[in-house]
């Protein structure tokens, strides 16, 4: 499978740098290696433009709005992060491994929940109303462009989300960078995306001098940055930049921390109640919180969301309760007769 390793790290930590060398690496190796700059500064890709602007231009338009030129929509959200998915996605094909200098953990963020709110977006948009409209003239119809739109963002939330994408955290051996990496470890994997190793760049060496107190808050700050991790492997990178472990290949997995995988949640069921678990890391299951609205098990970390489909038999029941589990949350329903179905009304007969 080919590889796909995302790079997101704290200010100043040289995620870039790593990135770099990552991918610098793996051709060293012999892997046909293709580098993204997936930061903000990137340029839009026309094909980002074409897939979003398109749809968005046709519904202001059947809604009666004048024509907007073109360079309006240059600054439009999502298009910058839609533009990397594409180009990463597009790399895939022809590469062994591709590497993405995503930049800071708002970017990460950003990245990483765009494809599925498109989803839920869209999901709420294709209505029967809207597909039982046809246009004029035999145009392509406003249902068709939003459903092929859905089909590229569900592929690329699930390219995401698949086993061989991870993640490398990069950070400095200081308090604060620590924190806020172990925050941006539950924040990853509660949508879905793993963390394959963390990175302590920048850590100082006794051999170039550095005072003993500077090396004893370093010594400190890694030890904590290991006991958060969730037993990802944490590694440090001098100035002899180290974007694997020693001894070890950049293409990786070194490791795999906890996901919220949909694809992965099964229904127990007891005597009189139905559970289901919810793999979390331990940051993530301290503050999550749960809700259910419709068909959808809603998880929350931090001000991230994940919508997850319920299984069918859950839609039946009603929660009762969540509770705080070693491996994460478990929320518990119970079966409510008021949601199971009767006889089907109003159902034609199927003549042979």
Not at 43 to 53: F, M, R, T
Not at 84 to 93: D, T
Not at 125 to 150: C, I, Q, S, Y
Not at 317 to 335: E, I, K, S
Request: glycine share 10%; with cysteine.
């Amino acid at each position: 499978m080919t590889r796909l390793i995302l790079l997101s790290g704290v200010g100043g930590s040289g995620t870039t740098t790593l990135a770099a060398a990552t991918a610098d690496a793996l051709r060293t190796e012999g892997v046909s290696a293709t580098l993204i700059d997936g930061t903000g500064d990137a340029p839009v890709d026309p094909s980002a433009q074409a897939l979003l602007v398109a749809p968005a231009r046709r519904l202001l338009g059947e809604a009666g709005a004048d024509a907007i030129v073109p360079e309006a929509w240059a600054g439009l959200a999502g298009l910058s992060a839609l533009s990397v998915l594409l180009q990463a996605e597009a790399a895939l094909g022809s590469s062994g491994a591709v590497v993405v200098d995503v930049g800071g953990h708002a970017r990460a963020r950003e990245l990483a929940q765009l494809p599925g709110t498109l989803v839920r977006l869209l999901d709420a948009a294709l209505t029967p109303r809207l597909a039982m409209r046809r246009p004029a003239d035999g145009d392509e119809g406003l249902f068709e462009v939003l459903a092929a739109m859905r089909g590229t963002a569900l592929r690329l939330d699930r390219m995401l989300t698949r086993p061989g994408t991870t993640m490398r955290l990069v950070t400095q051996p200081k308090a604060d960078g620590i924190d806020r990496t172990a925050s941006a470890l539950a924040m990853m994997s509660t949508l879905g995306i793993g963390i394959d190793g963390i990175i302590v760049n920048r850590y100082p060496r006794s051999s170039e001098g550095w005072p003993k107190a500077v090396m004893s808050r370093a010594a400190a700050a890694l030890v904590a940055m290991t006991e958060a991790a969730d037993g990802v492997p944490v590694w440090k990178s001098t100035a002899r930049v180290r974007p694997a472990p020693k001894g070890a290949s950049p293409l990786g997995s070194f490791g795999r921390v906890r996901v919220l995988d949909a694809d992965q949640l099964t229904v127990t069921v007891g005597d009189e109640e139905l559970s289901i678990d919810l793999p979390l890391t331990t940051r993530a299951r301290d503050r999550a919180r749960v809700g259910v609205q419709g068909e959808w098990l809603v998880v929350e970390v931090d001000g991230v969301h994940r919508w997850l489909t319920l299984p069918p038999v859950l839609r039946r029941c009603r929660p009762l309760a969540a509770q705080r589990t070693d491996a994460g949350v478990r929320v518990v329903f119970v079966p409510d007769p008021a949601t199971w179905r009767g006889p089907v009304e109003g159902v034609a007969e199927v003549t042979p």
